[in-house]
């Protein structure tokens, strides 16, 4: 691999070490503003928008970095199964934060971001930013 293709990495890897930071404070460390979101509609109460808005651009780094030829539904797909496995990771390092507790709604709110991401990928012209030019 060259090293034009090692840096396509570079933003999943720097999105990845920041999810990885933001797991390791509590919800005290992290502020308030979630539960703003979550008074303005309080439908979402128990809807997690930081996992949420994390694993829809994790999503889109990934896909970012494997660059296909065509974004077909399989490599959503490898997307989408990517994030999970990442959020699995971040559950199981949550484990071993004091103040946090590994969530399988947190898990469930990653896989939905991840998810919209490769629907938006969907779009032509969303979808064209991705693929290489011919």
């Given at each position: 691999?060259?090293?034009?293709?090692?840096?396509?990495?570079?933003?999943?890897?720097?999105?990845?070490?920041?999810?990885?930071?933001?797991?390791?404070?509590?919800?005290?460390?992290?502020?308030?503003?979630?539960?703003?979101?979550?008074?303005?509609?309080?439908?979402?109460?128990?809807?997690?928008?930081?996992?949420?808005?994390?694993?829809?651009?994790?999503?889109?780094?990934?896909?970012?970095?494997?660059?296909?030829?065509?974004?077909?539904?399989?490599?959503?797909?490898?997307?989408?199964?990517?994030?999970?496995?990442y959020g699995v990771s971040?559950?199981?390092?949550?484990?071993?934060?004091?103040g946090r507790t590994p969530?399988?709604?947190?898990l469930r709110n990653d896989?939905?971001?991840?998810?919209?991401?490769?629907?938006?990928?969907?779009?032509?012209?969303?979808?064209?930013?991705?693929?290489?030019?011919?």
């Amino acid at each position: 691999m060259n090293s034009s293709k090692w840096l396509r990495w570079l933003p999943s890897i720097l999105w990845m070490a920041a999810i990885f930071y933001f797991s390791s404070r509590t919800g005290g460390d992290l502020g308030g503003w979630l539960d703003a979101i979550q008074r303005w509609i309080p439908m979402m109460a128990g809807f997690d928008w930081g996992h949420f808005v994390s694993y829809f651009i994790l999503a889109l780094t990934y896909l970012w970095g494997l660059r296909p030829t065509v974004v077909s539904w399989a490599v959503k797909g490898l997307v989408v199964l990517l994030c999970l496995l990442y959020g699995v990771s971040d559950e199981l390092h949550q484990a071993f934060v004091p103040g946090r507790t590994p969530d399988v709604y947190d898990l469930r709110n990653d896989t939905i971001g991840a998810v919209l991401a490769m629907l938006v990928c969907s779009v032509p012209a969303v979808r064209r930013f991705f693929e290489p030019k011919r």
